[in-house]
């Protein structure tokens, strides 16, 4: 075979140039710490590296918003947390304020304080999140839930939010609420024990007073209302279904003593003590609901009654008082089951936390096992192709010297 000159001179250029490409990349690859520089470095781990990094960006996502609803939810729970503890003083309160002992002007320091919770409770009922939005105005969070009118004692609440809540996206098909409607949390209230309310008559002018009340067997949504007829005697009216019962006439009263209404299976029980006059009524009714802002302004308004004027208006403040009691707890019930619903939502936001980073750190490692460059491997493979180039270079040079033109 006829090698001639310019063949060899190309073919050993072609040769170093290969070599010193290879070389090139060698040192790319250490200098960015990466096997694959280009998809045709190796198309299969490059296509599924753009999977996982897809998979890596979506995961980095829901870490943001966990960490979102993270911060939402600590500020809604320390604002319902705020809002039990309120409730938990105006209860105190009211302990305070049963006591016969008070005078007029000694509940109206008590009434002074009230008006103070009351205003308390509406900036809770108003607070915005870190973003500006109001926690309790539902999907409105730009529209102030709650507005006050009227004076203390006789104020009217309205609501301008809805019932929705906000949500995140934590997770894939999760779905996760950071806020709470107001209508939830402040105005759908169950009156009296939760199943069943008792009042007394507004006109009353005995000395009854309504005591404990309790379900015995069951509550089959009945209004049981008693009037006094007679001394120690009262007649009953029964309303089921909207459909009322022949009166029963002629009931005995004991003071002190328990009242049970309604058939075997279905009756509740009720106290009454004090001496009810001629005309006086007592009606235990289905629970409908009552927002805080009207339970605490019938407070206030109870308190700065004329309540030392006579002991029937002794009795009926008691009444309130007893009702106002029975309406302020159900509202610390209910604000403590929402405050333990968003503690359970913290808690699984913390889980899904802790999740996520671990996704996050096998995407990483993932992702380094397909992309990644072995520095071990690496730089033999340059020592190698360091030692083939200089080797290219030097056979390159002896056989370029071989000529006739040296012998002449």
């Known amino acids: 075979m006829r090698i001639s000159t310019s063949m060899m001179f190309d073919t050993g250029t072609q040769n170093m140039l290969q070599l010193q490409t290879n070389l090139y990349k060698l040192q790319n690859q250490m200098s960015t710490g990466r096997r694959v520089l280009t998809p045709a470095d190796d198309p299969v781990a490059a296509a599924q590296a753009v999977v996982v990094s897809q998979q890596q960006s979506v995961n980095a996502q829901f870490m943001d918003n966990q960490g979102n609803a993270e911060s939402q939810l600590v500020s809604l729970e320390s604002n319902v947390s705020s809002v039990s503890d309120l409730l938990i003083l105006v209860k105190e309160r009211i302990a305070e304020a049963d006591n016969e002992n008070l005078n007029d002007t000694q509940r109206q320091a008590i009434a002074f304080d009230i008006r103070q919770k009351f205003d308390q409770l509406l900036g809770l009922a108003n607070s915005s999140d870190a973003m500006g939005n109001f926690q309790f105005a539902g999907f409105s969070g730009d529209t102030q839930p709650f507005a006050v009118a009227g004076t203390p004692g006789n104020r009217n609440m309205s609501y301008h939010g809805d019932d929705g809540r906000r949500q995140l996206q934590l997770g894939t098909g999760r779905l996760m609420d950071v806020s709470e409607s107001g209508s939830d949390v402040f ?85 009454l003590s004090g001496t009810p006059a001629v005309g006086d009524t007592f009606t235990v009714a289905p629970s409908t609901n009552q927002d805080m802002f009207k339970t605490l302004d019938n407070m206030i308004k109870a308190l700065e009654s004329n309540v030392s004027a006579s002991a029937a208006t002794k009795a009926a403040y008691k009444n309130q008082m007893r009702v106002i009691d029975d309406n302020i707890d159900q509202a610390f019930t209910n604000v403590i089951t929402i405050q333990t619903s968003i503690g359970a939502r913290r808690l699984e936001v913390e889980s899904l936390s802790l999740a996520a980073a671990d996704r996050d750190l096998q995407y990483q490692t993932d992702i380094s096992k397909l992309v990644d460059l072995d520095y071990t491997k690496a730089i033999s493979e340059m020592a190698n192709q360091k030692m083939v180039l200089e080797a290219a270079q030097l056979s390159f040079k002896q056989v370029s010297q071989l000529s006739l033109f040296s012998y002449l």
Not at 201 to 225: P, Q, R, W
Not at 243 to 248: I, R
């Open 187 to 271: 105005v759908r209230i169950p009156q009296g024990n939760g199943q069943f309310a008792y009042s007394a008559g507004a006109t009353n002018g005995g000395t009854g007073v309504i005591g404990e009340s309790s379900v015995i067997s069951g509550y089959n949504d009945s209004t049981y209302k008693l009037t006094f007829t007679a001394p120690g005697v009262y007649t009953l009216d029964v309303t089921t279904n909207g459909v009322p019962a022949a009166p029963v006439t002629g009931l005995a009263y004991t003071a002190g003593s328990d009242i049970v209404l309604g058939p075997v299976g279905q009756q509740v029980k009720i106290s």
